[in-house]
Structures are given as structure tokens and as C-alpha cells.
């Protein structure tokens, strides 16, 4: 990431999605770019690893230069104090985040032995998502759906055969794996 954004024109500001770093060892660090001047937005949310996803709360860093601009056109008072107070105090919670990834990665290690066993293509993932190759994944999304399990088709995405699916306990897990297999049928 950093020689790609090291090799952009100068008049190219490069935004980087970080909404998953906290999952991945180690995380990603754009800062030396931005300590270089290079024209960088990182963003990361308190929706992924931190579960506020209904506080909407997120944030930004770069260069002084851009934070700048982008605080002319931010609309003011566009995170509550709720918000803020959660993601602070989310931020202090490390015994949370860490069991956070310590789950995430067991389910991810659950789902892709289950993929295997259905012999099924996977992307394999650090994220609290993976995505699996089912064939037909309107039907398969559709069939899971009846079931009681939700995923997402990935067709819009120009992935027909694929879904991706969020990574739950190993009991959800279990489940989601059983209904694909009777899906799959």
C-alpha cells in the first residue's frame, strides 16, 4: 500500500478503507505517508471490532491540509455525544477488542474446515466475513433465507456464485454450515 500510494500523481488524494485493520496482524500504518505529505485519507469505524454499528460513529486521518478541507464542508454536530462517548470508552476496552479477534479467527478457521468439508471455494479472510462459492447464489441466498439464515449474495458485485458470510459463534457457525450443506442439495 505504501509504494502504491507513494507512485500516485501528486494531484491524487488516495482513500483507504481501514474498517477492518483491527483485524489484521499486523495492522496497517499510512502515517508515514502522511508525515511525507502525500495527499492520504484513512478511515476507520467503531461498526466492525468495536460493535457500534448503530451509533454510526467513525474517523478519519491525514495531513493537516486535507483534514482542512474536509472540515469546511463536514456538517457540524454530525456525531452525537452518545456516539462519542461510546467510541471513547470502546477505545479503552482492549479485554474487548482482543476477545473479539481471538472469536473471530476461531470462526474463521471453523467456517473455512466446513467450507472445506462441503468442498467448497473460499476467499480466505481476516475480516469477520468470508466469502464461499455455492454455484447459484440467488438460490442458495434464497434457500438460506427460508431457513432463517441471512447472508449476502454477491451478484451485485459481479459474483453470482459467491455469498459472503459474517463470521458468528461456533454455535451460529454450526448452524449456518448445516443449512448451507441442505442448501447445496
Known amino acids: 500500500m505504501l509504494a502504491f500510494a507513494r507512485a500516485l500523481p501528486d494531484h491524487v488524494v488516495a482513500v483507504f478503507d481501514e474498517a477492518y485493520a483491527e483485524y489484521v496482524e499486523p495492522a496497517p500504518d499510512l502515517r508515514p505517508l502522511i508525515r511525507e505529505g502525500r495527499k492520504v485519507v484513512c478511515l476507520r469505524t467503531f461498526s466492525k471490532i468495536y460493535g457500534l454499528a448503530s451509533l454510526r460513529v467513525g ?3 491525514a495531513g493537516a491540509d486535507i483534514i482542512a478541507l474536509l472540515n469546511r464542508v463536514r456538517q457540524p454536530f454530525n456525531v452525537n455525544a452518545i456516539g462519542q462517548a461510546a467510541a471513547l470508552a470502546a477505545l479503552d476496552d482492549r479485554e474487548f477488542t482482543e476477545k473479539c479477534i481471538r472469536e473471530n479467527r476461531a470462526g474463521l478457521q471453523q467456517l473455512e474446515a466446513g467450507f472445506r468439508a462441503l468442498a467448497r471455494e473460499f476467499v480466505p479472510s481476516v475480516a469477520n466475513f468470508i466469502m464461499v462459492k455455492v454455484g447459484d447464489g440467488a438460490r442458495v441466498f434464497d434457500a438460506l433465507q427460508r431457513r432463517g439464515v441471512i447472508v ?7 459474483m453470482p456464485e459467491w455469498l459472503r458470510i459474517t463470521v458468528g ?14 442448501a447445496l442439495v
Open 59 to 61: 474517523y478519519g486521518y
Open 169 to 182: 459463534s461456533r454455535a451460529q457457525n454450526e448452524r449456518l454450515l448445516a443449512e448451507l450443506k441442505s
Open 152 to 158: 449476502r449474495p454477491m451478484k451485485s458485485y459481479g
